[in-house]
């Protein structure tokens, strides 16, 4: 299918998709910048809310398991000041057995926490995933003219692996640490205000230099992504179009600029990680360090009698859970700052209304459609290029089981005419009725039932050769959709296949031959047993024998339906019913191919240049 200037675009409107694989492949790998707002977050709230039993239960014993560690370090105190300073075995035995079950307690409230912070997780990104792709699938084709695919599919599946590591891990490590650092700072400041006082001015000196470090080590990690990103890049483009590449014979330049962008992204990952280890080293002498001076001025307090062996074990403990917390977080705080970005681009996603819905009030096709077809003045120019009108003052009427043929220039709008009629988009001017029912008051689902698409090259999916029928219809029976095929012309080479109907044809059917999938998309259409059909260039690909094959496939579906036919090939169109001619997206002949040679005009003059002048 051609738009109105003659470029390739899909039978659902998009873009052809096989230069996009690169740019997908990029998008991917490249990296997703941070976010500090956290707001965008919250739009994972109703996805939660649908689950408020899990979210409950995690919350519980995320406050439970992080009470059980505070208490631990408790029962570690009992064992030192109880324990062995009393030196009996009853007094070590019971604070032991204290210490065991707290340990106990704490097993089983991590264990509880993991299973419903994790399937609370799993359970929100399966809704999102589910919700996301049912939204993707009700966009109309403006959307995708506006935003690529490639970017479409990123946010499918980078973006959502981004929130599925932020609700299944970041998300809980990241409450847990912030509830430990809380509650560990709070039981410090009961345990030892001195202690705690230490620590509060130890504090800025230990993370002052880790911010600032960490910010160089940021901007390193960047880089490093992005050179890696570059390197990804260009490998998809050379392997989207590796048959040109070998055409050339440049495999080994191809090899070499890969190679140099790969070692670029070494480099700058080298970068990367000695700064980080500087940091690691920074950061670590501080750390322990302060820890040092910790326990010496613990120390004197215990050797003055301020303070008890345990007691300052138990601030020990709490110092390096809260240090441990503090690191932790800072860990998956730039996850968090990652997901939030993520889903800030998921919501715009979600977000996106299609400009092609059903109305409030959507009035019911007749049944049986009689498959009346009219374009009345229709005037339609394709997003983005408002100057450049692809139907203008467009009138047409098709009578019901009428076959009628669009010719014309590339350009003309003869694909359009299609679109529009599929409600793929909705024209600015005039009206499209079926049955005398205006498109825009009917629901597009509906009006989509009444026919079946044949395109030049219509796509077809990964299963079987009777999965690929089915797809037109899926309540079809084996023998509705034997029939299909035995009308398509294509039984006999689906018998052939090692397990008949039932014999895997691959991605897009690429074991198929081109006339074989065209003929497995007739039958897809023809188990529609749709009123409507609609014909788009389904045999300009194909050798003089697929051709004649599928033409009378094409000629059995013909019959008895309102079929509209799109050819640049005349000898197609010889036996329609009323062949119209298109130009500058308006009709300017139209008639049997007797009468409209006979009149000179424009569709004589492709026809000498298709026949020669004898047909004129």
Do not use: C
């Not at 911010?211 to 992005?226: C, E, P, W, Y």
Request: hydrophobic residues 50%; proline residues 4%; glycine residues 10%.
């Amino acid at each position: 299918m051609t738009d109105v200037n003659g470029g390739e675009i899909q039978a659902d409107g998009r873009p052809g998709a096989g230069a996009e694989l690169a740019q997908s492949l990029s998008e991917a790998a490249a990296r997703r910048p941070r976010r500090k707002d956290i707001r965008p977050l919250a739009h994972l709230l109703p996805f939660v809310r649908r689950h408020i039993g899990d979210a409950l239960a995690a919350g519980f014993f995320l406050l439970f398991s992080t009470s059980a560690t505070l208490g631990l370090t408790a029962a570690f105190k009992e064992v030192i000041d109880k324990g062995f300073a009393k030196g009996s075995h009853g007094s070590v035995n019971s604070a032991f057995l204290l210490l065991g079950g707290v340990a106990l307690v704490l097993a089983v409230a991590t264990a509880a926490r993991f299973f419903f912070v994790t399937r609370l997780g799993e359970r929100v990104v399966a809704d999102l995933r589910r919700a996301l792709y049912g939204h993707v699938l009700s966009l109309d084709p403006a959307y995708f003219l506006k935003t690529r695919t490639g970017e479409v599919l990123s946010r499918m599946t980078t973006d959502v692996t981004l929130i599925d590591q932020l609700v299944g891990a970041s998300a809980s490590i990241a409450i847990r640490n912030t509830l430990s650092l809380v509650g560990g700072l709070g039981y410090m400041a009961v345990v030892s205000p001195k202690l705690a006082g230490f620590i509060v001015l130890m504090v800025p000196v230990v993370l002052a230099p880790m911010f600032l470090m960490g910010r160089n080590v940021r901007k390193l990690s960047a880089t490093a992504q992005d050179r890696f990103a570059d390197a990804v890049g260009y490998a998809g483009e050379s392997l989207d179009a590796l048959d040109t590449v070998q055409a050339f014979v440049r495999e080994r330049e191809a090899d070499r600029r890969f190679g140099s962008a790969v070692e670029t992204a070494f480099d700058a990952s080298v970068r990367r990680i000695r700064a980080r280890a500087m940091m690691t080293s920074v950061v670590i002498t501080l750390a322990f360090g302060g820890v040092t001076l910790l326990l010496w001025f613990g120390a004197q307090l215990v050797l003055k009698g301020e303070m008890t062996p345990g007691t300052l074990a138990q601030f020990a403990l709490l110092a390096i859970m809260a240090a441990g917390s503090v690191g932790a977080l800072g860990e998956v705080w730039g996850d968090v700052q990652k997901a939030s970005g993520a889903m800030d681009r998921i919501a715009e996603l979600l977000n996106a209304k299609p400009g092609i819905a059903p109305p409030e009030a959507p009035k019911a096709l007749p049944s049986p459609v009689r498959g009346e077809i009219a374009f009345q003045d229709v005037a339609f120019a394709y997003p983005g290029r408002p100057d450049l009108p692809a139907l203008n003052g467009f009138t047409l009427t098709v009578k019901p089981g009428e076959t009628v043929a669009l010719v014309g220039p590339s350009g003309a709008g003869k694909s359009t005419v299609l679109r529009l009629l599929l409600r793929f988009y909705d024209p600015q001017g005039g009206a499209i009725r079926l049955d005398g029912v205006d498109l825009r008051e009917a629901t597009p689902a509906e009006v989509r039932g009444t026919m079946a698409l044949v395109a030049q090259d219509s796509p077809l999916f990964s299963g079987s050769a009777m999965d690929n029928i089915r797809f037109g219809r899926a309540d079809a029976t084996e023998e509705e959709a034997r029939a299909a095929a035995d009308a398509a012309q294509a039984t006999g080479f689906i018998t052939a296949l090692p397990e008949g109907f039932d014999t895997p044809v691959g991605e897009r059917a690429k074991t198929l031959s081109g006339g074989q999938r065209q003929r497995l998309a007739i039958a897809r259409a023809l188990v529609r047993q749709a009123p409507i059909l609609l014909l788009d260039e389904a045999t300009s690909a194909l050798d003089a024998e697929n051709e004649r094959l599928v033409q009378q496939a094409l000629d059995a579906a013909m019959s008895g339906r309102t079929t509209l036919v799109i050819a640049h090939r005349l000898a197609t169109v010889l036996q329609a019913d009323r062949i119209v001619v298109m130009e500058d997206g308006r009709v300017v002949e139209e008639g049997t191919h007797a009468d409209l040679v006979a009149r000179g005009g424009l569709y004589a003059r492709l026809a000498r240049l298709q026949f020669g002048v004898e047909a004129a």
